[in-house]
């Protein structure tokens, strides 16, 4: 488990850059006015990830009518992340590398499994400000339920 969750509902998130599986860099306060879905997972290439970020891609659209961008967070290089995207057919979504240095950005966040060397899987919603508006962490065998952001947002 990750050794305390820094991060509270209401604390506005620093910003960040982080590459994403195209080599562009994502940084955080280009995205103001945006909500912002950071939905961390702890490796890819694996069931439940693979499934947490399938179902990332293939809710896109409705995502976006609720003007928010989901990304996705792990600790693999951008060449990993570049395989897996293409893989898992993920054309839209963002997969963001954490790996260098690793997991500075989940650690940031409190969210860091130090004795796995890799983050919680959580999802994080930020408002238009950048400040987290949701938040939960669940098991690392429990896939994430994107209907529980979508039912946020359209009660938000």
Request: charged share 25%.
């Amino acid at each position: 488990m990750a050794e305390k969750i820094m991060i509270q509902l209401g604390s506005k998130v620093r910003n960040f850059t982080l590459p994403d599986q195209f080599g562009r860099d994502f940084i955080l306060n280009q995205m103001k006015g945006r909500r912002i879905l950071l939905s961390f997972h702890p490796l890819a290439w694996t069931p439940v990830c693979s499934l947490q970020m399938q179902s990332l891609e293939r809710n896109r659209k409705v995502l976006d009518r609720f003007n928010t961008i989901a990304a996705g967070v792990s600790v693999d290089s951008v060449p990993c992340k570049a395989a897996w995207a293409e893989a898992l057919r993920i054309r839209h979504t963002r997969l963001l590398s954490d790996f260098w240095p690793h997991g500075q950005v989940v650690k940031s966040l409190g969210l860091f499994r130090e004795k796995n060397g890799f983050s919680q899987r959580a999802n994080i919603l930020l408002d238009e400000a950048g400040r987290v508006c949701f938040l939960r962490v669940y098991p690392l065998a429990e896939l994430p339920d994107v209907d529980e952001i979508i039912a946020f947002l359209k009660n938000a």
